[in-house]
């Protein structure tokens, strides 16, 4: 129960780093930045479409070998959707990666 309501408010208060960054504007689009990764949106699109057997296998033998994603997450800034990356995505909710690298575009 301590362990729920440590991560309950560990959220909160990512959420609120995360809201004071977006309206400030401190995430800037050259950076790489790690967020929680239940924090990005995914457009309804990506999630319709499934990734191709062989490219789920080229990147996720990619990400065990170099132990980083083949392909960078792309997120707007304004919103944390998803734009592109969602392979790596995938792979990282797969594995259970609570923080994933992130770029921001505006």
């Known amino acids: 129960l301590l362990v729920l309501k440590i991560r309950k408010t560990l959220k909160d208060l990512s959420r609120n780093i995360r809201q ?7 995430y ?10 239940t924090e990005v949106r995914i457009p309804y699109e990506f999630r319709r479409h499934p990734i191709g057997r062989k490219k789920w296998e080229r990147k996720l033998a990619y990400w065990k070998e170099h ?29 259970d990666i609570e923080k ?6 505006d």
Do not use: H, N, Q
């Open 20 to 26: 004071f960054f977006t309206r400030f504007g401190y």
């Open 28 to 37: 800037g689009s050259k950076c790489e930045y790690y967020v929680i990764r």
């Open 67 to 95: 132990g980083e994603f083949e392909s960078k997450i792309i997120v707007r800034r304004r919103d944390w959707m998803l734009l592109d990356g969602y392979s790596s995505y995938r792979i990282a909710e797969e594995y």
């Open 100 to 105: 994933i690298p992130v770029y921001f575009v």
